[in-house]
């Protein structure tokens, strides 16, 4: 039995320990193979040691791991271009962590805040949101458990109810300077922004002299079906940040911004590791492979495949609603039992996460096959 004492506890862990991973699939150190439809918290874009990544980190290693940040490289220019092009924004500051982008864009939008808006500050979050781990991030959050947790909070965020334009607009002052959200909350139990809210969302802001910023977090990269969430609505942010599956697995996330919004100074934003060429090597290969023809076509076409079934077993199982798009999808059991049904699956050879006391969250590589699909549904379906 592997003695785990030295690792820090901030979870529960169940007692297996993974030793290798191949797309789809996950091996423990018995030996074991698990199906994996949690994909290192939607990450894996292409899954487990997909074979152009290793080939993008062995390629990158031999020839430039680390510059430090203080100097161009040709993959952190390469990939920002990328993210601007295929964005229609303008400048990307790469960074580490889901939490540090977001910490970027909220020191971005005070900046500007500072020169162009008389130092408005607050910015506008949404209930059940999630934005990350750091201080600030837990107060733009709007997870309950967290209001008092390692108070005091950062301040300058005020919380609204998703999907009410009303509430967005009465919670507007002087001091205001943004509205952040996800296109999805994703962490929340894949809740959507509806398309008609983003776009209302987006006309307020106009009128309003205020700044959209989208956490793509978790539904950037494909993961929706389209290359950004924001995009099913056909609304442009002004600030946009990226994470997950941008890496792939490594650690890799982006801050996207509109020019007019681009205000940092030099020395107002930086990082030891932002931008080192290892890891943009791997975002190159992502956007690469990503934004190929046919690419998202078939995330689509599995999300599809994925909901479809997910509807299917709800109506066998007396379930709830299927949320979500693409390929982040939630199925509501209609009972509050999802962490049983979680530990049932993994017993049964199924990696699976309950964001929720009631749901289960769906979360494959976007490279899922059908066969894995179908596997994935048959066995929830004898766990049910
Ligand atoms: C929407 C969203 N924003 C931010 C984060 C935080 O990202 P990270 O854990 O990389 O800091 C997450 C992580 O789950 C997320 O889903």
Request: glycine share 12%.
């Amino acid at each position: 039995m592997t003695n785990f004492d030295a690792v820090m506890q901030i979870t529960k862990r169940p007692p297996v320990v993974f030793t290798g991973g191949s797309g789809s699939w996950l091996k423990d150190s018995d030996g074991r193979t698990y199906l994996d439809f949690i994909q290192g918290w939607a990450v894996n874009t292409l899954g487990h040691s997909p074979p152009p990544i290793i080939e993008a980190l062995r390629r990158q290693s031999e020839q430039l791991i680390n510059c430090s940040p203080a100097f161009y490289n040709d993959k952190m220019v390469r990939l920002s271009a990328l993210l601007a092009q295929h964005s229609g924004l303008h400048q990307v500051f790469l960074a580490n962590s889901g939490a540090e982008a977001n910490e970027g864009a909220i020191k971005l939008a005070r900046k500007w805040g500072t020169k162009y808006r008389d130092g408005a500050y607050e910015i506008i979050t949404f209930d059940h949101g999630f934005h990350g781990r750091t201080l600030a991030m837990m107060a733009a959050s709007g997870k309950p458990q967290w209001e008092q947790l390692y108070a005091p909070a950062v301040a300058g965020f005020v919380k609204v109810p998703l999907n009410d334009l009303a509430a967005v607009e009465a919670a507007i002052s002087s001091r205001t300077v943004g509205v952040m959200l996800e296109p999805i909350q994703g962490e929340a139990g894949v809740f959507e922004a509806t398309d008609a809210f983003l776009r209302d969302l987006r006309t307020l802001t106009h009128e309003r002299g205020l700044l959209l910023i989208l956490d793509e977090i978790q539904t950037g990269i494909g993961r929706t079906g389209t290359l950004f969430g924001f995009q099913h609505a056909g609304v442009a942010p002004d600030i946009m940040t990226l994470a997950k599956g941008l890496g792939g697995g490594v650690p890799l996330a982006a801050l996207v911004a509109h020019r007019d919004v681009c205000c940092f100074e030099y020395g107002d934003q930086g990082g030891t590791f932002g931008g080192n060429a290892i890891m943009a090597a791997v975002g190159c290969t992502i956007m690469d492979t990503v934004t190929a023809p046919g690419f998202l076509e078939r995330v689509t076409v599995a999300g599809e495949r994925l909901g479809n079934g997910l509807r299917a077993l709800s109506r066998r199982h007396g379930c709830g609603e299927v949320r979500g798009r693409g390929l982040l999808r939630a199925l509501n059991l209609k009972r509050e039992d999802a962490a049983s049904v979680v530990d049932r699956a993994m017993a049964e050879g199924l990696l699976l996460n309950g964001p929720r006391p009631d749901s289960l969250r769906f979360m494959p590589a976007l490279t899922v096959s059908d066969e894995e699909i179908d596997r994935m549904l048959d066995i929830l379906d004898a766990v049910l």
